[in-house]
């Protein structure tokens, strides 16, 4: 998946610490601050594999290990996206 330099650079940004695959409130605020930059750059539509992939391949490029749990992590963090995507498109925001 392509970004815009924005949004990829939160994604970064939410990936760099160690517990990325946490849910601790700083890496939950990284995450909306994702979510937020994303939709502005991308719109409201997502290919949640493509994400999920795209995740991935950035969560190695950074060394950090990716195995079952952090998958599992990584679908749920998906899934919240796309529900935090359709939250702001029904109410219009």
């Known amino acids: 998946m392509i970004f815009s330099s924005p949004a990829e650079k939160a ?3 939410r990936i760099s610490p160690s517990t990325w ?3 601790h409130h ?3 605020s990284k995450f909306f601050q994702f979510v937020s930059q994303y939709q ?3 719109g ?5 594999d493509v994400m999920r992939d795209t995740i991935k ?3 190695m490029a950074k ?3 990716f195995g079952q749990p952090q998958a599992d992590f990584v679908h749920k963090r998906v899934a919240l996206a796309r529900n935090v995507l359709d939250f702001l498109s029904a109410t219009g925001r």
Do not use: A, I, N, W
């Open 11 to 13: 994604l970064d940004h």
């Open 21 to 23: 695959d946490s849910s």
């Open 26 to 28: 700083t890496d939950e």
């Open 40 to 42: 502005k750059d991308h």
């Open 44 to 48: 409201f539509s997502m290919d949640e």
């Open 57 to 59: 391949q950035v969560v």
């Open 63 to 65: 060394g950090h290990p």
